[in-house]
């Protein structure tokens, strides 16, 4: 098999078989905020059936939940442990960021808006770092790493950072993340 020399080689590859249009977003990514989406609506179901005393909304409930976690599985096919709650929660939280975000950015709060949509992202990015065996839930830490902790990352981490020349020293873990997602989940690959 032939090896993959750089990042852009290998995202090319794993989207050239789930796109039909190339310049179209990856179907994982399309795929992850209809997910969000999704549970969203589980979210507004209950708290409508709460507030309206209405039953029906909470049958509803059921049928859309069902869907997600179809539509989990095709990006999460197999997991371990918490991984599967884990992303679920990872998601969820990054569509109400940036919702917040959005309310924040209408009221002219900008700086609140940009905290809480780049905070949006970060999760996205965990997700995304999670569900591609980039990282390990013990290897997540909210604080600085030095390079000995970059180290115990899996193996594919350790080959983008290298390829793509990331400084241990300045870049601290999120930030690596965020820049692996940005080219892997890269909607404009041409």
Not at 15 to 41: R, T
Not at 90 to 103: D, H, I, N, P, Q
């Amino acid at each position: 098999m032939k090896k993959i020399e750089n990042i852009k080689e290998y995202v090319e590859k794993i989207d050239s078989g789930k796109k039909v249009n190339p310049k179209d977003l990856s179907s994982d990514q399309d795929l992850s905020i209809a997910i969000m989406n999704l549970i969203s609506i589980e979210e507004h179901l209950m708290f409508s059936g709460a507030k309206t005393g209405k039953s029906s909304f909470y049958d509803l409930i059921e049928s859309v939940r069902e869907m997600r976690k179809t539509l989990m599985q095709k990006i999460i096919p197999s997991y371990e442990g918490e991984v599967w709650c884990i992303s679920k929660h990872l998601l969820a939280s990054a569509m109400r960021l940036m919702e917040v975000g959005t309310k924040q950015q209408s009221l002219g709060h900008k700086e609140e808006a940009y905290k809480l949509f780049n905070q949006s992202y970060e999760l996205y990015c965990l997700f995304w770092g999670l569900n591609m065996d980039m990282l390990k839930v013990e290897d997540v830490k909210w604080i600085e790493d030095k390079s000995e902790d970059i180290k115990k990352l899996s193996t594919k981490v350790s080959e983008v950072l290298e390829s793509e020349k990331m400084d241990d020293n300045k870049d601290n873990l999120m930030l690596k993340m965020k820049k692996f997602v940005r080219k892997a989940v890269d909607c404009c690959i041409e």
